[in-house]
């Protein structure tokens, strides 16, 4: 595995900020990190790049140890903080030719990379301009471009969309994508269409606790034991006949006339419903499954 968190744990004088988490990170995947504000997010990440040391546990990065290895890590690692640390007064290809440098490149190496990272990143008209005269959304290709120009095997990502406009968020997803396929990719975010855009898989994690580690399909298809129904009608019905009707756990009122119907996760309740309301002449107009979307499961899962 590129990256294996083991019983991580940081405490700050009182407070547990990670709390015993374990999980890993294969090459070629991509994981979307997730959790509310103050879970732990930005904790992990920092130990795993060697910025904070851990209380207890161990992050191997490439079978490296963050603590006793740090700068094999370093080497390995690709690093964009939520807040985006660039030297403003610098030129775009100024300024990646001096984080190459930090890296050890030189020379013919140093400049081919840099261009590289150029092209890639989407760099090619602003490379000549200084950072601060850059829009958000190109500074965040800058700090991209940073991440990658040593050729890291593991890029860790911390919020890298965050105030984007929606033209720059799909540019970025698309490139995180691209890097995504031959290395290894962690990276935060508050936005659920992201995970479901661009994510192999799924860490959530909520006051410090992991709270679920899974493929984005399975979560969404395991997180609860029951299904939910959406049954719409010509006219209102009595709520309370609907909860009679068998295998119903719950049944509420939507909207208008539509209601929402709670039955177990094995049960496909849709023929009871269809034969009890030609039986009792409910006029039937739409009935099907309602999926669970990401931002359910999370709620649920943070709550």
Known sequence: M????????????????????SFSVGQGQILGFLGPNGAGKSTTMKIATCYLPPTTGTVLVNGYD???????????????????????????HEYLQFVASVYGLKGRRAKGRVQE??????????????????????????????????????????????????NQIVEIRA????IGQDKTVIFSTHIMQEVTAICDRVVIINR????????????????????????????????????QVPGVLSATLAEGTTY?????????????LFRVAAERQWPLVGLRHEENSLEKIFQQLTK
């Open 2 to 21: 590129s990256v294996e968190v083991k019983n991580l744990t940081k405490i700050f004088g009182s407070q547990r900020a990670v709390d015993d988490i």
């Open 66 to 92: 963050a603590v006793q290895d740090s700068i094999a890590v370093r080497r390995s690692v690709g690093y964009l903080p939520e807040h985006n640390p660039l030297y403003l007064d610098m030129y775009v």
């Open 117 to 166: 990272m150029v092209e890639l990143c989407g760099l090619t008209l602003e490379q000549g301009k200084k950072i601060g005269a850059l829009s958000k959304g190109y500074r965040q290709r800058v700090g991209l471009a940073q991440a990658l120009v040593h050729d890291p095997q593991v890029l860790i990502l911390d919020e890298p969309t965050t105030g984007l406009d929606p």
């Open 175 to 178: 490139l995180i994508k691209r």
């Open 208 to 243: 410090g606790k992991l709270v679920a580690d899974s493929d984005v399909a399975s979560l969404q298809a395991g997180a609860r034991n029951e299904k939910t129904t959406l049954v719409e009608f010509e006219q209102p019905i009595p709520v309370e006949a609907l909860e």
């Open 260 to 272: 929402r119907v709670v039955s177990r996760k094995d049960t496909d309740i849709r023929a009871t």
